[in-house]
């Protein structure tokens, strides 16, 4: 590859780095191409393009969607993990991004600590893509507010109820709920809020986004019902019967999505744990959108990478 020019790369970090009509653009690519309104395999605008995707988390979806979606654009990944990089034996990840923005063409990164990520996009001459923190999760959000206008229509103005712990993927409905003008009503347990810099975030933008820690309250009334697994991937195990009892009045069942509209759907961005956070007869009823919401991390994946690399 050449060269890195000096221009400033196209990262996709979080959603609230954006305006609007950049994260509309590329949904809208998104749907082309579920839909074969753009066909890679006539285009490939991403020949000959390298995408490095570093995990120090588990991934299935991130991990295959990104993989494929490369692939359907024409181009290549190389995939390493945390254990096979100079990181672990003292490099800077200044210096590793510096490094791999003379052999790639983009980064995809996965890891535990946000500053990780914003380091490396910090120093790198090419786009970094937030492949998920522990912070924030922006490719599901994407693909989330895909799969929502996909069955229901425009999600502005509409109310999303969240149930559970206000983690990652939980700030992100956040920076959503003000990029795409919905209402948010967030239901968590007051040992798992998420943080108040984000919530004043939101209200500061002009956000709709409430947090209560009842999930009756949250849930009445709403478009669309979302949660997430209880313990996150190498969440410590010890800590796992206390947030079992933290959240398990969180669970989404028939009696909590029935306080939702008649035509409301089910969100969850897998894996999903039945019995836990979401019983069976809900992640598998016909108000689950939730293997649409999966495959639409393949579509929005291809159209974050050619906006980052246009």
């Known amino acids: 590859m050449s060269v890195p020019s000096a221009a400033s790369p196209k990262h996709f970090i979080d959603l609230d780095g954006f305006d609007t009509a950049t994260l509309r653009h590329i949904l809208k690519d998104g749907v082309s191409y579920k839909k074969g309104d753009i066909d890679p395999a006539k285009q490939q605008p991403l020949s000959g393009k390298t995408l490095a995707m570093i995990f120090?988390?588990?991934s299935t979806r991130t991990r295959v969607s990104f993989?494929?979606?490369?692939?359907k654009l024409g181009g290549e990944t190389v995939v390493l993990s945390s254990n096979e990089l100079q990181t672990g034996r003292g490099e800077t990840l200044a210096d590793t991004a510096r490094v791999?923005?003379?052999y790639v063409d983009a980064i995809m990164m996965r890891t535990y600590q946000p500053w990780k990520l914003h380091e490396m996009a910090?120093?790198?001459t090419i786009p970094v893509i937030n492949g998920l923190t522990d912070s924030s999760h922006p490719c599901q959000l994407m693909a989330d507010v895909m799969t929502y206008e996909e069955h229901r229509g425009a999600i502005a103005g509409r109310v999303v109820a969240w149930s559970g712990d206000g983690n990652n993927v939980a700030s992100s409905w956040v920076h959503a709920a003000v990029r795409f003008n919905f209402e948010?009503?967030?239901?968590?347990?007051?040992?798992?809020?998420?943080?108040?810099?984000?919530?004043?975030?939101?209200?500061?933008?002009g956000g709709r986004v409430s947090v209560t820690h009842d999930p009756a309250?949250?849930?009445?009334?709403?478009?669309?019902v979302v949660t997430d697994t209880w313990v996150s991937m190498d969440r410590d195990a010890t800590k796992g019967e206390t947030r079992h009892n933290l959240l398990a009045p969180y669970r989404v069942d028939d009696r909590l999505m029935g306080l939702a509209k008649p035509d409301a759907v089910f969100m969850h961005c897998l894996p999903a744990h039945r019995g836990e956070e979401v019983t069976a007869s809900v992640?598998?009823?016909?108000?689950?959108?939730?293997?649409?919401?999966?495959e639409n991390r393949l579509h929005v994946q291809k159209a974050i990478l050619a906006w980052c690399l246009a």
């Open 283 to 294: 992640l598998d009823g016909p108000q689950s959108l939730v293997w649409d919401e999966a």
């Open 67 to 71: 993989d494929v979606a490369m692939r």
């Open 100 to 102: 791999l923005s003379r």
């Open 122 to 124: 910090a120093y790198a």
């Open 184 to 205: 948010l009503k967030l239901a968590c347990p007051e040992m798992l809020m998420p943080p108040e810099a984000l919530l004043r975030w939101a209200r500061d933008q």
């Open 217 to 224: 309250a949250a849930v009445k009334g709403a478009d669309c």
């Open 56 to 58: 120090e988390k588990p």
